[in-house]
């Protein structure tokens, strides 16, 4: 007899959402998969219908959330003004808060970061390249500093307790990008 979709789809995510209790405040090498499945309500061989093991259930929460991220439409990556998609990285940043805040925070998983940007640059290279920009060295070290950027000051204010509007973030965000790092520091 065959499972219901939607009955095998909830015992994942109730799988999934035990895990990430346990990893929001323990490090993925401490959680055993006998804490996963007491707190889900399961038992090991239902968890292994699903994943293979800890690292497993991290490695699809993260494809996951890297999946939502190239769903982005790609008007939504890029204004005609401004090729950069800030807004939409917020926007995305913000529906996923709960997840990239730990992932890409002091205690998550260092590779994730890399795997976002991985994700993110041929999408806005393939924007600026259509838009005239030449593909080259310059180009893929530039996007990679944003890239880098972005994802460094959206977790840093998702974790300050007195951050910034999201307007005045965004203005300064746009200072950066058009007068320079330098140039703010300085000036």
Sequence with gaps: MKKKPTITAQTKQN????????????RIEKITIKEITTRA??????????????????????????????ELPMQQLSSPGDPFPFEALVSMYSHHS??????????GDPAFQGKVKGSMKPIIKEILVSKGAKDS????????????AMIGILSYWFNQEKAPSL?????LITELSSEGVMRKLIG
Excluded: P
């Design 15 to 26: 799988i999934i959402d035990a895990f990430w209790e346990l990893y929001c405040t323990k």
């Design 41 to 70: 309500g399961y038992n090991r061989s239902t968890f292994y219908e699903y994943f293979t093991d800890v690292y497993d259930v991290l490695e699809q929460m993260e494809n996951t959330l890297i999946s939502r991220l190239q």
């Design 98 to 107: 709960k997840y990239l805040v730990v992932l890409l925070g002091d205690h």
């Design 137 to 148: 060295f310059e180009l893929d070290y530039t996007l990679e500093y944003a890239l880098s």
């Design 167 to 171: 307007e005045s973030l965004m203005v």
